[in-house]
């Protein structure tokens, strides 16, 4: 192959148009506003002298046409062709379609042809963001910012308008940040002289890292625009169509999330609950009754929502083969693989409903447990310190605090139980005092916080989008940690979350049980995996499950269990107090599949009349049917049907 030439993979509709190529004909590229409504148009089409195919571009529709133009003259004594037929049938369903006649294995290029369709509505504008008086280090970032936006929003209007959200956030979020800047700096300040100079370069870096993804979705969502002839992508395997259909699947996938968790306005529901009636928080541990929860009046399920729900907060969704499945305060980012291999256990779409919580619990618990700087931090330990509480956000600040302390303590506890059988001791005990510092805080804000996120994301992440279904959510889990290098060092940590996570359909408070039962849930669920095909991690993570078995870090069972019982209250008030089963009805809800059927009734290369409404029902559905991408031998043709059956 000539070393300056551009391929995409393309893949046909149906299997009679897998033939080589005719003679002579057109190559017609459209771009559909929705590639879910023109496949389903199209596939009747078949066989009669047209073959479709698909792509993971914003062309993501290609056309066969064999021979000539086979022109008519209408009634108005117009010419028509077969490719105006066809057009005429998408006609309102299309952005843009690129015409490519060919002769043998040639297309003639001064002879190719495209054709526009206006907007379905007039675009948005939006004004550059002010840069000219801030400081030298904002202001690169802002202009930078105005061009890439430029380039971003002069396309996607056009091409995938579905984006005008984002735009919208986008611009707004840059301008607070220039507008905060401006409040206490000028072109000339020196940023050392600025009283928090680190606070100051924390927004440069936001600046930077939103320019950064910004240019990443550039590339992958609006990068291959017409003239197909005069554009490329910068990765070969897709260097003539790009990924921008792979792109806004990703971004229906999100957006879904993000915008039924801001209908269901959590964080409006939390702050309205702050002055309310406490609940036992636990800072008096000896006469902790975690069952009286029950009672409690106040919840995020009970609480009502306000007359106007705030805006969905965005973020920048794109692929990375670098991050993989990650998420920043700006941005969100898939695995690569999952372009081309999403129809496997191995690179499951639905993984990104994990990194999209991680985003959602920040806003909850920085309502809690939000600190900025020695005040905050101060007037948090007041709290923790103030003994019965008086209202529910104080309650909830002890209890999350108290958490954070028996997280620490039940690590410290199994640190010194390990020294003192070296020591041939027999018994330990670590005792706390009942005030905390804030040196204490600080180190359990900064060292701990990080495991509560995960156990309480793992709960929602169970429960919301996997429908507490034991099987489908160990299986997504640990297919996918089998492909991350340091889950293995770190294996107990994992297994403990999934205990968690399996926990929280156990309904008494009783942390025994609860260990026992999810432990032999847990269990069984490996097993199956292990049934269906060696997996070394799944492996060790049972052994972490079995009595007497140590892992690779040299814990055991024991040390699980100690672990598990000093976060198991924290399941049991995510679930009490944080979870909606409101919202989880909202984010499965979908009339195309029968009533009371968690399953589609369409099979991969079938484009239902009308659209699939929830994105995550549907993935979690195509996750019951997946094998391991070894043993799916239409693994890309499926993968991209995946994507395009939900734009």
């Known amino acids: 192959m000539d070393a300056t030439a551009r391929v995409s993979a393309v893949y046909p509709l149906a299997n009679e148009a897998d033939a080589p190529l005719p003679s002579s004909g057109y190559l017609v590229f459209l771009f559909p506003r929705s590639a879910q409504t023109v496949l389903s148009k199209l596939t009747r089409h078949v066989g009669e002298g047209i073959a479709v195919f698909a792509s993971h ?145 924390g927004l ?52 879904h999330m993000s915008d039924i968790f801001a209908n269901a306005q959590h964080l409006d529901r939390l702050h309205a609950m702050r002055h309310g009636a406490p609940f036992d928080s636990g800072v008096v541990p000896y006469r902790f009754n975690p069952a009286s929860w029950e009672s409690s009046p106040l919840s995020i399920e009970t609480q009502p929502p306000g007359a106007d729900p705030s805006p969905p907060r965005r973020h920048i ?33 639905l993984t990104l409903s994990h990194e999209f919580l991680h985003s959602h619990l920040r806003e909850l618990l920085d309502e809690l447990l939000l600190v900025q700087d020695d005040a905050e931090l101060a007037a948090l330990v007041e709290a923790y310190n103030s003994g019965e509480p008086t209202t529910w956000s104080i309650a909830a600040k002890q209890f999350l605090l108290q958490r954070l302390r028996w997280i620490d303590h039940g690590l410290q506890l199994i640190a010194a139980r390990d020294t003192a059988e070296q020591n041939g001791q027999s018994h330990v005990e670590i005792v706390r005092s009942a005030p905390m510092t804030a040196e204490e805080a600080h180190h359990l804000l900064r060292d701990r916080l990080r495991f509560l996120e995960e156990v309480i994301v793992h709960v929602m992440d169970y429960i919301y989008f996997y429908d507490a ?13 089998a492909l991350v290098p340091n889950v293995q060092p770190k294996i107990d940590e994992y297994v403990l979350r999934t205990l968690l996570a399996l926990a929280s ?36 993570a049972r052994s972490v499950l079995d009595e007497g078995e140590t892992n690779v870090s040299g814990s055991g069972r024991t040390d699980l269990r100690t672990r598990f019982g000093m976060a198991f209250p924290l399941v049991r008030w995510t679930k009490q107090f944080l979870i909606s089963s409101e919202l989880h009805a909202k984010l499965a809800h979908d009339e195309l599949r029968v009533a009371g059927e968690r399953a589609y009734p369409i099979d991969p290369w079938e484009f ?40």
């Open 505 to 540: 359909t156990w309904r008494s408070h009783d942390e025994t049980q609860a260990f026992d039962d999810a432990s032999a849930r847990l269990d069984s669920c490996l097993a199956s995996i292990l049934d269906a095909g060696d997996h070394g991690l799944v492996g060790l």
């Open 469 to 481: 279904d034991d099987e489908l959510f160990v299986s997504s889990l640990w297919h996918s940690w």
């Open 204 to 255: 440069v870096s936001l600046l930077v890292e939103i320019n950064a993804c910004l240019t990443m979705l550039n590339s992958q969502a609006v990068g291959v625009t017409p003239p197909l002839t005069q554009s490329s992508f910068p990765v070969g395997e897709y260097s003539l169509l790009g990924i921008g259909s792979a792109a806004r699947a990703a971004w229906r996938i999100y957006r």
């Open 317 to 349: 969704v794109y692929f990375s083969s670098r991050w993989g499945f990650h998420q920043t305060i700006q941005s969100v980012s898939l695995s690569w693989q999952c372009i081309n291999g999403n129809a496997a256990t191995d690179w499951n779409l």
């Open 57 to 201: 571009g914003l062309a993501s529709v290609i056309l066969v046409v064999t021979g000539g133009p086979d022109s008519e003259t209408d009634a108005d004594g117009a010419e028509r062709t077969r490719i105006d037929d066809l057009l005429d049938l998408v006609d309102g369903d299309l952005c843009a379609a690129e015409i490519w006649p060919f002769e043998g294995e040639t297309v003639l290029e001064t002879q190719t042809t495209v054709r526009h369709w206006s907007p379905a509505s007039a675009p948005a504008t939006f004004e550059d963001v002010e840069a000219s008086d801030l400081p030298y280090e904002v202001r690169t970032e802002v202009e930078q910012f105005n061009l890439n936006f430029q380039y971003f929003w002069a396309r996607a209007y056009k091409y995938c308008d579905e984006y005008e959200d984002l735009a919208a956030w986008l611009q707004e979020t840059v301008s607070d940040i220039a507008r905060t800047v401006a409040a206490y700096a000028r072109a000339d300040t020196d940023p050392a002289s600025l009283d928090n100079p680190q606070q100051h370069y």
């Open 608 to 647: 239902p009349d009308s659209r699939i409404e929830s994105p995550t029902g549907f993935l979690l559905d195509r996750f019951r049917r997946m094998t391991r991408a070894y043993e799916n031998d239409r693994l890309e043709s499926d993968s991209l049907w995946q994507l395009l059956v939900l734009i």
